[in-house]
């Protein structure tokens, strides 16, 4: 009595119509109508002509109408690595306005870091913030830490966290403290199969230091931290990788050094990923003067080390586009360069700079596409694909609409990012998450 | 006449010209030092707000006086009985002072850029009055003016500084000044302390951790303050910077008998200057100060003066006030 999934009718409640579908799981790239069906993919099929509609089986008149002609369609942009501030810093970010800025940059789906307050380090946190994230614009997917209040002493609740909700484990915003730790944190994320990501950075290196030392740092006389200070650790990191066999996923990776050493751990089959954010193949030491809003933590890389991101970007080494989405109030960026906190926003940008790699020939579309979706999917263990049955979530976006970003103008609730008065070329232009339209940029 | 200044923020921004026109702009101010009544009413009415953020006392007293002597009145912040050791920002706590009207900030701050920052935010003219590791251009100034009158001019000099460079804003504003006139440097020190990067950013700067090598055939030598406590760094035994770099009278002859011997101060005789050098005839340590005065004279009266209505001083037409 059960029906046999028939091919026909569905019962679409959207249709995306005349858009080219860039799927990579699948390979595809043509342009397609996509119907979704409640918070479901329902049909991907070629574009019906006239009353022709009807042929595919869709029932057309209920269905609200999506124009994509011209547009790119991509699954469902994923960002791993961003700052909520929710709990405990609302006065920088809330999910409900981080969230909302991330549907402006095409996400739907984030990953928050657990450096919260209190620190998501326990399943009630967790669970506190995915019901907070329930009426949030996009999907929340945490991180949980990996020692308890991230202080590098005990594990944190990672089991309880794990069934609560979390897809990985970090204590960003520092690295898992100690070698030790790491190793613990190691073995008992690999029974768990979660990834551990880690902020890659030698602590005695990194003492004191504000910014990328090189000419730039000795010109501004501002302390600098050479590029060893990622990838030190990045070291450190695959060999305990190595020896735990655990997944690794090093975060916001700024040096070729630390690039190097992903390359080769991939080589040897090592379950090794990492991921760029776009302020790191964008802008280099050399854009930096005492304006707040170049100062993060892995700070702005030499030029030679963006041009190794990017590389790495395209052949294939960096798995994932990740914004670092770090939000501060302005006050808090309105300082001496030394004592403001590191960090720039980033949600609403990230796409269109990496469609600046496109426009200048060195990053393909697909490449884009992936980094956005399978590449940071396949972090997480999971699939990104635009087929029958998947989840409803997809990136509309313009490869060529021109516009200028205006922080005053941004979702977020802070305005601390280096690109305020940038033009762009190519944008999002609807985000779609469980089948429900989220964004939708005005034209 | 060059562009006029609206700030001194940095040596780096200068063009040799405006440089030059500085230096000669000090040149009545340094003969008005030697006169028995030393005040003028140039600046009378004009406030000058001293706000230093960081511990100092020669600069301080220097700029106080230079104003005094001008005629201008100051305002004094100290950063020991100013509000930041409450927690006030610096913006709020320049704005504060801003709102008691001075005609411009001296300022003094342990943060690059802060004097630039201020200067950003601000309707008034900025003076750098050393910032962080990054600048401090009156200390450069003074130091070319001490140079140009023993030397008669700034052009090719052979420079060697020896000390901790990366961490010093002398050396950074002499670099770039200096630099400015085709001057040749050395710079000497504890390889940790000699950056390479100075030697990228400019052809005519090379390293050596050997201060013999630094010394040979220098027409002048910049001596450094030693800072013995450095936060996140591990310290260098005294006894070894002693042994190495220490100038003495031995070392500088392999400068010659004309190379002039300059320390921003203040100075630690026995550590980083043998006394016998620093009271010796090469030595301009006390003219730096003296000429200090001038240089900062020259300057308040350049950015606060009001330009057209009031003349520098030419040199007995001092107000006797």
Redesign the interface.
Known sequence: MLPIKPTLPIKPTLRIKNGRVIDPASGTDAVLDVWLEGDRIARVAPPARGEDGDKNGADRAQAETLDATGLIIAPGFIDLHCHLREPGFESSETIETGTRAAACGGFTAVCPMPNTRPVNDSASVTRGILERAATASVRVWPIGAASAGSRGEALAEIAAMHKAGIVAVSDDGKPIATTKLLRQVMDYCRALDLPVIDHCEDASLF??AVMR???Q???????GMPAATESVAVSRDVQIAELTECRLHIAHLSARASLELVRSAKQRGMRVTCEVTPHHFTLCDDDV??DTHFKMNPPLASAEDRAALIEGLADGTVDAIATDHAPHEP?SK??????APFGVTGFETALALALELVHAGRLSLARVVELFTTGPARVLGRGRRIAEGEPADLTLFSTEHEWTFRASESASKSRNTPFDGRQFRGAPMATVVAGRVVYRREV | MPERLRDLLAIEPLTAEQITFLLDEAKPFQEFQRHPLKKLATLRGKTAALAFFEPSTRTRISFATAASRLGADTMNLQAESSSLSKGESLLDTVRTLDAMKPDCIVMRHSSSGAAAFVASRLEIPIINAGDGMHEHPTQALLDALTVRDRRGSLAGLRVAIIGDILHSRVARSNLQLLGKFGCQFTLCGPAMWVPREFECANQSVRRTSRIEEALEGADMVIVLRVQQERLHEPKLPLDEYILLYQLTPERLRLAGPEALVLHPGPMIRGLEIDPAVADGPQSCVLEQVTNGLAVRMALLFLLIGGGSESDPPKGSTHAAD
Request: proline residues 0%; aromatic residues 10%.
């Open positions: 003492a004191g030392e090189g000419r740092s000795v010109r501004l006389g501002l302390r003067g005492y006050a309105d300082v001496e360069f030394d004592r």
